[in-house]
């Protein structure tokens, strides 16, 4: 099923992701693409000395994982021309091990923009874990592609 178009997407639009489990494997894949081995996020006997008692997910996992849910989502599958740019985001608490994740959004904005055929949409991401707890939260930019004619 296709995603939706710009002109089907209105401000306040509400949709609520699928969740995911972060998993060890998860991290330690990250670390390794982005070389990223600092301790906090894979030396286990290192981070139970830390503020947060244990490993603890890389905060741009976080946000890569938000995306992915919001793209699970299934409403830019096959619409999106593009991810324009991180308006804001904040990390609020760490992401750890066993955490579940699961994605709200809402449509803040929406901008047209006819030369690209499509539009601008602003979304406001609340990456929320198993304990219904904010984590981490943002607003995206995304370029999404008009209703073919």
Same mark, same amino acid.
């Given at each position: 099923?296709?995603?939706?178009?710009?002109e089907?997407?209105?401000?306040?639009?509400?949709?609520?992701?699928?969740?995911?489990?972060?998993?060890?494997s998860?991290?330690?894949?990250?670390?390794g693409?982005?070389?990223?081995?600092?301790?906090?996020?894979?030396?286990?006997?290192?981070?139970?000395?830390?503020q947060?008692?244990?490993?603890v997910?890389? !905060?741009?996992?976080? +946000?890569s994982?938000?995306?992915g849910?919001l793209?699970r989502?299934?409403? #830019?599958?096959?619409?999106? %021309? $593009?991810?324009?740019?991180?308006?804001?985001?904040?990390?609020?608490?760490p992401?750890?091990?066993?955490?579940?994740?699961?994605?709200e959004?809402?449509?803040?904005?929406?901008?047209p923009?006819?030369?690209?055929r !499509?539009?601008?949409? +602003?979304v406001?991401?609340?990456?929320?874990?198993?304990?219904?707890?904010? #984590?981490?939260?943002?607003? %995206? $930019?995304?370029?999404?592609?008009?209703?073919?004619?």
């Open positions: 099923m296709p995603g939706l178009y710009f089907e997407f209105s401000v306040g639009q509400k949709i609520t992701s699928v969740a995911r489990t972060v998993a060890e998860d991290i330690l894949t990250f670390a693409l982005t070389g990223d081995y600092n301790q906090i996020h894979t030396d286990a006997e290192f981070a139970k000395g830390t947060f008692g244990g490993r997910a890389h !905060g741009l996992l976080g +946000l994982l938000a995306v849910l793209m989502t299934g409403v #830019l599958e096959g619409t999106v %021309l $593009a991810f324009r740019e991180i308006v804001e985001w904040k990390f609020i608490k992401v750890f091990i066993g955490d579940t994740l699961h994605v959004m809402e449509v803040k904005e929406l901008k923009m006819p030369r690209i !499509g539009g601008q949409a +602003l406001a991401l609340d990456v929320k874990n198993q304990k219904n707890e904010t #984590l981490m939260r943002g607003t %995206l $930019a995304v370029l999404v592609a008009s209703k073919p004619q």
